[in-house]
């Protein structure tokens, strides 16, 4: 039985010593980066190395050692440790009786790596001997990795801090209710190149992303912003997430050679990482070499946060060869803190970071390229460190230590926190959620999507004496109003110097022309065409033209503006216009100088003979239709149009019938035949016949307005607009001149009868002429008027309507006038007397001739004739003597 027992105790032992060294193992799966003991601890998750070994092919699950580490990357974990440290120093926490700890792992950027470190803080949530849990983390770093982080954490509402993780998907709280940051989403960061591509005129670009939920949201929402702004992006590039990945160098050759197969696309956004940076832009220069062609492989390169800090990333190369690199960074913080933390890193030697097992791989990897002393080691080590050391870096670090620091010392206040469970991880994160928090005497809280947006500063990269330098601030973004502002004078020549840079598919369309873009084209690539007639563009790139109001404006083909149509009409300023104006003002003071000769000499034999006061109606309606002739002429207005042809209607037809009872008076005064005379007399009513034709012309006239008034009406033209008086009712303008027409008629025929009268009563003829005179001018009206297009239509009315005055004033007073002024001796009773006996002599020789031809067949009638003739005559002779 002993030896039995001796088998039982060597197993027992055996198992013993595998389940240590199991244990052991497992604990050293979980490398501890940096530990500091505390009453609450802070767990960080940083990327001190650049990937993990992936050669392995085991299929057990097994941690992949961490490669390529990379000294830069200390410097935000460091920042964190100094941030404690000062935190553990100030009232806030002592006077609560507390310190915080913490627990810093490495994630190699990797995202298993980042899971191992979770799974060390929530399985000590959860762990009474695994020594004191972690209330709170901050990291990581990448979106990818705070992604798969923050979902694990989200199980245990540990609340999460990142510092640099930007992806839009982080926001939403409802999937990752615990994570919150310290700086914008990328939706403000593509924002931000959005706006700058508008600022600067660049529609045409390309973009190089990498792989993962942090390249392809950024990329998602830059397109989509970029195409609100009407910006095209001509080509994508996604490359690998890691540069270790299987076909990441076919990957980068094949994005060198895009970029050198669009020359046009002089501006290129990269969201990628720096280590791909570095070797696209080496690739890019061997493509160009290959090519053989003196082609510039300089572009403008819009660097997202990921890399614009990175001054490693070109290389052997220069600013010369690579272009301009314009970055969006983190706002910069204070860097007197953490000069100090380094100063005080450099006096203490390694044994101040015994606990930081980064910071020994730190010195070994200093001492594998050179031997150091002690001394030496220590002060390389902190001269890296500071050469690595950007003030965006290190505010965000700072900006989440004391969010943290503030929410727990809130807690504290009411509780003792020394007793292990005090302190909950979700009251915690509620604390950091409503409550604001102070740093360096500025306040900020995290807004509802757990982020805190302080804007972007601008940075342009410059070369000094062979050295790069990435951190110039050149302006500052600011996201609420979506605007710049430059904050460095000295290199505002910096950014002017971008307006020379284009980047564009197609030219401009200038103001005329507008974009015609080929049905599966980007809308950034286009022709220019002029703008068709009466259609304008009046800036740049404008996808459609606009239409002139034809109505009022006009354009020729290819125009940046409309003209305004010019307003034509017979003008005061006209010449033929102010011809016609001068005879109507000539008309009106000729008549009325004829209307004061003769009413001065109204008791002379040739005044009355001229109608007595009837002449000086037919005077006075001259003087109305001369005024009528002047409203024809000046922009028409519809009282114009209305009154213009009333008066000269009205007026001429006072004038017509005046003259038609003088015909009449004539006749009677004149004509042997007794049935005309019985006629005429009855006929013979001066006024009453005046009133009747006037009235007639009068109820035309108001028919006309009543039904179908004249009115003003326009013509457009190409390029002038026709301002005219339109006749409302042709039909009535027909009827009132055809109407002054008859009556002219009518006293045409009644002067033709009467033509043979004695000279001083021989009104007949002039009234035959003036008649005629009338009837011609009108006749022939009709036939231009007709024709007659544009300003003049209105001064072919007015042309016959001054002759028809003019011919009236010139046959009817002219002749009288001449008597009156120069044949004075022909003004007197006894010319006319003995004119007329002369006239009574010859009219009856005519009369004995007429008799004795006819004496043959008629004698007994002829003599009965003669007498009456000779009766008549006599009595005629008589009545016309009694009048003078």
Not at 4 to 9: D, G, K, Q
Not at 569 to 574: I, R, T
Not at 827 to 834: G, L, R, Y
């Amino acid at each position: 039985m002993a030896w039995l027992a001796l088998v039982i105790y060597l197993h027992i032992t055996l198992f013993l010593i595998i389940l240590e060294i199991g244990h052991a193992t497992e604990e050293d799966t979980r490398v501890v980066g940096a530990t500091a003991p505390g009453d609450i601890i802070i767990g960080g998750i940083f990327s001190i190395h650049g990937d993990v070994d992936k050669k392995n092919s085991s299929f057990a699950p097994h941690p992949q050692p961490c490669i390529r580490f990379e000294p830069r990357r200390l410097v935000k974990m460091l920042a964190m440790i100094n941030a404690i440290e000062i935190m553990n120093k100030s009232p806030l926490l002592t006077d609560v009786n507390i310190t915080l700890g913490y627990r810093i792992l490495d994630s190699c950027s990797d995202v298993g790596r980042a899971l191992r470190a979770t799974a060390d803080f929530t399985r000590r949530a959860d762990c009474d001997t695994c020594g004191q849990p972690v209330m709170a983390v901050i990291g990581a770093s990448s979106s990818e990795i705070s992604i798969a982080v923050a979902r694990q954490l989200t199980l245990k509402m540990i609340p999460q801090i990142s510092y640099s993780s930007t992806a839009v998907i982080l926001s939403d709280k409802t999937r990752f209710p615990a994570f919150m940051r310290t700086i914008p989403n990328d939706e403000y960061q593509t924002a931000a190149m959005v706006s700058l591509l508008s600022t600067y005129g660049w529609n045409w670009v390309g973009i190089v992303t990498t792989d993962g939920n942090y390249g392809k949201s950024a990329l998602d929402h830059f397109v989509s912003q970029a195409s609100e702004k009407g910006i095209c992006v001509a080509f994508k590039s996604i490359l690998p997430q890691s540069v270790t990945s299987p076909g990441v160098h076919s990957a980068i050759k094949q994005t060198a050679r895009t970029i050198y197969e669009n020359p046009k696309v002089q501006v290129i956004v990269s969201f990628a990482k720096p280590a791909h940076m570095m070797y696209l832009y080496h690739e890019l220069r061997d493509e160009m070499q290959r090519a053989g062609q003196n082609m510039s492989m300089s572009r403008v390169w819009l660097a997202s946060d990921n890399w614009s800090s990175a001054s490693f990333v070109p290389g052997n190369l220069t600013l010369e060869d690579i272009g301009h690199i314009v970055g969006f960074t983190f706002k910069s913080g204070d860097l007197s803190s953490f000069s100090e933390y380094l100063s005080r890193l450099e006096a203490a030697g390694r044994d101040y970071t015994r606990n930081n097992t980064f910071m020994q791989e730190f010195y070994k990897h200093l001492n594998a390229s050179k031997y150091y002393g002690e001394a030496e080691l220590v002060s390389e080590a902190a001269k890296t460190l500071r050469g690595h050391t950007h003030p965006t870096s290190i505010l965000s670090v700072e900006m989440a230590v004391s969010a943290i620091a503030q929410a727990v010392a809130s807690i504290c206040r009411s509780r003792d926190c020394k007793a292990s469970g005090a302190v909950r991880p979700w009251e915690v994160l509620k604390a950091l959620r409503i409550r604001p928090f102070k740093l360096r005497e500025k306040s900020y809280k995290f807004d509802k999507r757990g982020d805190i947006n302080l804007g972007y500063d601008v940075t342009m990269w410059r070369s000094d004496g062979g050295n790069i330098r990435v951190h110039e601030v050149v302006a500052e973004y600011h996201p609420h109003n979506k605007s710049f502002t430059n904050t460095n004078h000295s290199t505002t020549q910096q950014l002017r110097d971008l307006k020379d840079i284009i980047s564009k598919c197609s030219k401009a369309c200038v103001p005329g022309e507008f974009k015609k873009t080929t049905e599966g084209q980007h809308t950034c690539c286009y022709e220019c065409i002029n703008c068709t007639a009466n259609h304008y563009s009046n800036s740049t790139d404008m996808d459609q033209c606009l239409s002139c109001d034809i109505e009022k404006e006009w354009s020729p083909e290819g125009s940046s503006n409309c003209t305004a149509k010019a307003n034509i009409f017979f003008s005061w300023q006209d010449g033929f216009a102010v011809v016609l104006l001068t005879f109507s003002a000539l008309g009106i003071l000729l008549a009325l100088l004829v209307s004061a000769l003769f009413l001065h000499q109204r008791d002379t034999p040739v005044v009355k003979a001229a109608g007595g006061p009837l002449s000086q109606v037919i005077l006075f309606s001259l003087v109305i239709s001369n005024i009528s002739a002047v409203l024809f002429v000046g922009q028409p207005n519809d009282y114009q149009c209305n009154a213009r042809q009333v008066l000269f209607g009205i007026s001429f037809t006072l004038c017509v019938s005046c003259i038609l009872v003088k015909t009449l008076q004539i006749l009677l005064a004149f004509r042997l035949d007794p049935g005309l005379q019985l006629v005429l007399r009855r006929l013979y009513q001066p006024y009453v016949v005046v009133s009747i034709c006037v009235a007639l012309q009068v109820a035309t006239c108001i028919c006309w307005l009543v039904i179908k008034n004249p009115f003003k009406d326009t013509t457009n033209n190409p390029t002038t607009v026709l301002h005219y008086c339109h006749e409302g009712s042709y039909l009535a303008f027909g009827v009132m001149l055809g109407y002054i027409a008859v009556l002219a008629l009518v006293c045409f025929i009644c002067a033709y009868k009467g033509r043979k009268l004695p000279q001083q009563y021989n009104e007949a003829k002039f009234i035959t002429f003036s008649m005629l005179l009338y009837l011609i001018s009108w006749m022939l009206f009709v036939p231009v008027y007709v024709s007659t297009t544009g300003v003049y239509l209105q001064a072919v009315e007015m042309v016959v309507i001054l002759i028809s005055n003019y011919g009236i004033l010139s046959c009817h007073f002219f002749p009288k006038c001449y008597i009156i002024l120069f044949k004075k001796e022909q003004n007197t009773k006894t010319a006319f007397k003995k004119n007329l006996y002369e006239y009574s002599n010859r009219t009856k020789g005519s009369i004995s001739v007429s008799a004795v031809s006819d004496s043959t067949d008629t004698t007994s009638s002829t003599g009965s004739t003669t007498s009456l003739h000779r009766g008549s005559v006599r009595r005629h002779s008589l009545r016309r003597r009694s009048s003078f």
